[in-house]
């Protein structure tokens, strides 16, 4: 079965409106917590920012050491985080490793290749603004 989901709308600093491969993701904890998941083929490994770590109570005991990004070098945690995706008929949940930046900006929690694209067939659809993911066969 394929899940297919809409690109999301927002606005951008100049109020032109931008398209994103968002899905929605609940990241499971003592207190799952639902959210917005960008999907990001450039980024080699998914990221979360602080606040929304501090609201799972998931910060993890460890040296932070530098993540890197379109922002620049950040401060991070790399740790393992268990997220579900999927529909009323349809449900998937995997371990993923994570980055838990430092920075106090506002971004979305991001889905990056290590972990999630290995799960997932993913067909990013641009002309009709949507993205597919299909759980990938395994290999025996």
């Known amino acids: ?6 690109f999301s709308k927002s606005r ?3 109020g032109s409106l931008i398209l994103k491969p968002t899905i929605p993701l609940i990241v ?9 998941a960008l999907i990001d083929s450039g980024a080699d490994i998914s990221a979360m ?3 929304l770590a501090e609201r799972l109570c998931k ?17 991070a945690i790399e740790t393992e985080l268990s997220v579900t995706i ?5 449900r998937h949940s995997i371990k993923i490793p994570i980055k838990i930046l430092s920075t106090k900006s506002d971004f979305p929690f991001l889905l990056g290749r290590k972990g999630f694209f ?8 641009q002309p009709e603004d949507s ?5 990938a066969s395994s290999q025996t």
């Open 28 to 36: 499971n904890s003592e207190i799952d917590i639902e959210t917005q």
């Open 131 to 135: 993205i597919s993911l299909q759980k």
């Open 49 to 51: 920012p602080i606040a």
């Open 86 to 90: 999927g529909n009323e008929s349809e």
């Open 12 to 14: 951008s600093i100049d």
């Open 59 to 75: 910060i993890p005991d460890g040296a932070m050491s530098p993540g890197f990004g379109i922002g620049g070098p950040v401060e």
């Open 118 to 125: 290995d799960e997932f067939v993913i067909c990013f659809n």
């Open 1 to 6: 079965m394929t899940l297919v989901y809409e």
